[in-house]
């Protein structure tokens, strides 16, 4: 199946000699939400950039919907929907002409009942006469959302969308990305809230220094990455570790009340049963377990440091 | 041709004039008539004729140009600077517009302002002094030839400028000058030989002597080479934003 995004050998050297992508290969395939994580400077926006039109690459072929986003750049840049990351707005237009003059942009003819209801699924409807001025910084962002889905795109970008917005609308704006899924959108989505891609991606991509280290399914890539932890808490303390317990990935805590034992995801879980065993023969009583998997964020920190 | 887009970016550029009447009208007609009522009415009456012409009248051409000229540069300078300042400059590079398109709604939307502004200060003008206009179509092709040519160097200058600074450079420290020496307020004829020759350099003279032909039959160079002069630079400015466009200067990095 031809995919929505197709990136294949993709440099970028900027004109002071900066190489800010280096051979980047990536296929987004239809519908799916695909988040790209990377510590700052990695490389997201120039990306993101380059595929939407805005960065001219050095070197590779980018496709978009199929088509070249250089030879058949009218189709390409039509089929795409982006939400940059800095609120760039026009202070003195108001809500409606905004979202409206993005239709245009995008050559749609103009649809007021497309415009209402985008506006209205953003919670916008009531502010559409309203300066952009007078909005607020949440309000801005999601108008940068309405303006990226004005022209009906089959693909968005959303570059950190809910940077700098509270807990409420990342929620919603988290639903409303499903719901655009959900309706065959291609969502592309850099962040640096480890917890919205965990929260929503289908696959995830890492890049570092401007290459991409790391493509996988977000399952896979938990559970091929993700360490699991089981923590018992002791009856009685213990001052050191015992020497049957030195052979396995067992810590003591300072205070000498719980033992941690971390292990792979994907192995066998021979080893709690065995770490039981030895903690009966010692004759060390617990009277509580707890286990917990590593989060994405880990996963991702231990990629980028890597 | 994505001719919804370049509506777009027309009416939208349209709408910051009807939103700033004040600025993009009501000034520049004002500052305007200001000259008409001084040097058409008042010392107007005590100067002789100019070649046949009353000075007030003499002075509408040139004065009308001025404007022109200077509105056609802000207007379009602003129009493109301002996107870029702002960064909502992003949404036209990513947009399925091509530079000709981009280029017709914001020169257009320039151009059409000017001519506007050039027709209220003509109209304005009436109320002060007396004035015919001998070729009226001639008069016209040169307003809309003149509006368009400077409003791509205004949109030249509007991706050029990194500041609000250079964006009143161009049209206060050379195109003002160039316009008071180039005849707005004398005719060519009344200088001294060898500043006839220099004032030939100054491509406003061609402007407004092909303008003042328009209206009262009289000219410093011949109408044709005026016509000439704003094609050649006319060529000029396209050229040059065909390159800018081409290499993305200070646009696309």
């Not at chain 1, 399914?217 to 049957?244: A, C, F, V």
């Not at chain 2, 027309?10 to 600025?23: I, P, V």
Request: charged share 20%; hydrophobic share 45%.
């Amino acid at each position: 199946m031809q995919p929505d995004i197709l990136v294949k050998n993709l440099y970028k050297v900027y004109e002071d000699g900066h190489q800010a992508l280096k051979n980047i290969n990536l296929e987004i395939h239809k519908g799916e939400i695909f988040a790209l994580l990377g510590p700052n400077g990695a490389g997201k926006t120039t990306l993101i950039s380059i595929i939407c039109g805005i960065v001219n690459l050095t070197e590779g072929k980018v496709e978009a919907a199929g088509h070249d986003i250089i030879r058949d750049y009218r189709k390409a840049r039509a089929s795409i929907g982006l939400v940059p990351q800095e609120l760039h707005t026009d202070s003195f237009e108001n809500v409606w002409a905004a979202v409206s003059f993005t239709r245009g942009l995008f050559g749609k003819a103009p649809n007021p009942a497309h415009i209402e209801k985008v506006l209205k699924d953003l919670s916008l409807w009531d502010k559409r006469n309203n300066r952009i001025m007078s909005l607020s910084g949440g309000m801005k962002r999601r108008l940068m959302i309405a303006k990226a889905l004005s022209h009906e795109p089959d693909i968005l970008f959303l570059d950190e969308p809910t940077a700098g917005v509270d807990v409420e609308l990342r929620r919603d704006m988290w639903e409303m990305v499903r719901q655009l899924r959900e309706n065959g959108v291609t969502i592309i989505l850099t962040t640096h809230y480890i917890e919205e891609a965990e929260e929503m991606a289908d696959r995830i991509g890492v890049i570092r220094q401007g290459e991409i280290i790391l493509v996988e399914n977000k399952e896979t890539l938990m559970s091929k990455l993700g360490k699991k932890e089981l923590r018992l808490h002791l009856q009685q303390p213990l001052e050191s570790l015992p020497g049957e317990l030195t052979l396995e990935p067992v810590e003591l805590s300072e205070d000498g009340y719980e033992l941690i034992y971390t292990f792979d995801s994907q192995q066998e879980q021979a080893g709690v049963a065995r770490l039981l065993r030895t903690l009966g023969d010692l004759g060390i009583e617990y009277r509580d377990l707890r286990t917990r998997e590593s989060s994405l964020e880990e996963i991702f920190v231990g990629l980028v440091h890597e | 041709m994505n001719l919804y887009g370049v509506r777009a970016i027309y009416k939208f550029e349209m709408n910051r004039m009807w939103r700033t009447l004040m600025q993009s009208v009501a000034s520049p007609v004002i500052s305007t008539s200001l000259y008409f009522v001084v040097f058409g009415s008042a010392i107007g009456s005590r100067m002789g004729d100019i070649e046949g012409i009353s000075y007030g009248a003499f002075i509408i051409p040139g004065l009308v140009m001025l404007s022109l000229l200077m509105q056609s540069i802000s207007n379009a300078s602003f129009g493109i600077y301002m996107p870029k300042f702002s960064g909502t400059i992003y949404e036209v590079l990513s947009a399925p517009v091509s530079y000709f398109e981009v280029v017709l709604g914001y020169v257009g939307a320039a151009t059409t302002k000017s001519v506007i502004l050039g027709l209220i200060i003509l109209a304005t003008a009436r109320l002060f002094v007396d004035y015919t206009v001998l070729h009226p179509l001639w008069m016209f092709l040169f307003l809309i030839l003149t509006a368009v040519t400077f409003s791509l160097f205004g949109f030249i200058i509007g991706i050029w400028a990194d500041g609000f600074e250079k964006l009143q450079v161009v049209p206060l420290m050379i195109v003002t000058p160039l316009v008071f020496l180039g005849g707005t307020f004398y005719s060519i004829d009344m200088l001294p030989e060898v500043w006839q020759t220099i004032t030939l350099f100054n491509p406003v003279v061609y402007l407004i002597s092909g303008f003042r032909w328009a209206f009262y039959g009289v000219s410093d160079v011949h109408i044709m080479v005026s016509v000439g002069m704003i094609l050649v630079f006319l060529s000029l400015c396209m050229g040059a934003i065909w390159w800018i466009f081409k290499t993305g200067y200070r646009l696309r990095s």
